[in-house]
T-cell receptor
Framework: AQKITQTQPGMFVQEKEAVTLDCTYDTSDPSYGLFWYKQPSSGEMIFLIYQGSYDQQNATEGRYSLNFQKARKSANLVISASQLGDSAMYFCAMREGSNQAGTALIFGKGTTLSVSS | DAGITQSPRHKVTETGTPVTLRCHQTENHRYMYWYRQDPGHGLRLIHYSYGVKDTDKGEVSDGYSVSRSKTEDFLLTLESATSSQTSVYFC?????????????FGPGTRLLVL
């Protein structure tokens, strides 16, 4: 079974609109972390946002927020007020176990976001 | 920018030749990782290191070896390159503290095995 599932291969949105990118995860470990990364066409992996499994509040970073629904095992990325520069591939990833253990990330297959003017 | 560089950035090689990719970091991070990215697979872990001379295998480690003789350098070696190892290779470091963790990635190396 996949540990990280991103069901939307592609999403299309107009500038200034909000968009939600879906991510569900599967783990039996009570301690884990969830990450979102952006990969523009230039190829670099850009860290966007992190949510720990024990965090009570949803993480936010500027226009990015993570809608963390623990019981549903979902960690959707919300981008408010989309910009043309948001066009990229977006990856959801999970780290199982304590963040002190340095465990590597497990990635989903990504969602391509296209923002039009 | 977490001070991570990768070299070379692009490489074309022939099947059967050895290839070494280098990851260099300047901030004394303990944990370092090598991932490969292929279409339809996202990123997958090859090997990781949790200190000098301390390494372990990841999901797709067959055909790869690693070494870490200094904190700042983590080398990935393809002993005898195959076409299936054509990929984009990313190095990453772990940064953070108890309540906030991040893995930062290097710029990537595009490897083509002919």
């Amino acid at each position: 079974a996949q540990k990280i599932t991103q069901t939307q291969p592609g999403m299309f949105v107009q500038e200034k609109e909000a968009v939600t990118l879906d991510c569900t995860y599967d783990t039996s470990d009570p301690s884990y972390g969830l990450f979102w990364y952006k990969q523009p066409s230039s190829g670099e992996m850009i860290f966007l946002i992190y949510q720990g499994s024990y965090d009570q509040q949803n993480a936010t970073e500027g226009r990015y927020s993570l809608n963390f629904q623990k019981a549903r095992k979902s960690a959707n990325l919300v981008i408010s007020a989309s910009q043309l520069g948001d066009s990229a591939m977006y990856f959801c990833a999970m780290r199982e176990g304590s963040n002190q253990a340095g465990t590597a990330l497990i990635f989903g297959k990504g969602t391509t976001l296209s923002v039009s003017s | 920018d977490a001070g991570i560089t990768q070299s070379p950035r692009h490489k074309v090689t022939e099947t059967g030749t050895p290839v070494t990719l280098r990851c260099h970091q300047t901030e004394n991070h303990r944990y370092m990782y090598w991932y490969r990215q292929d279409p339809g697979h996202g990123l997958r872990l090859i090997h990781y290191s949790y200190g000098v001379k301390d390494t372990d295998k990841g999901e797709v480690s067959d055909g790869y070896s690693v070494s870490r003789s200094k904190t700042e350098d983590f080398l990935l070696t393809l002993e005898s390159a195959t076409s299936s190892q054509t990929s984009v290779y990313f190095c990453a470091i772990r940064s953070g503290h108890e309540y906030q963790e991040t893995q930062y990635f290097g710029p990537g190396t595009r490897l083509l095995v002919l």
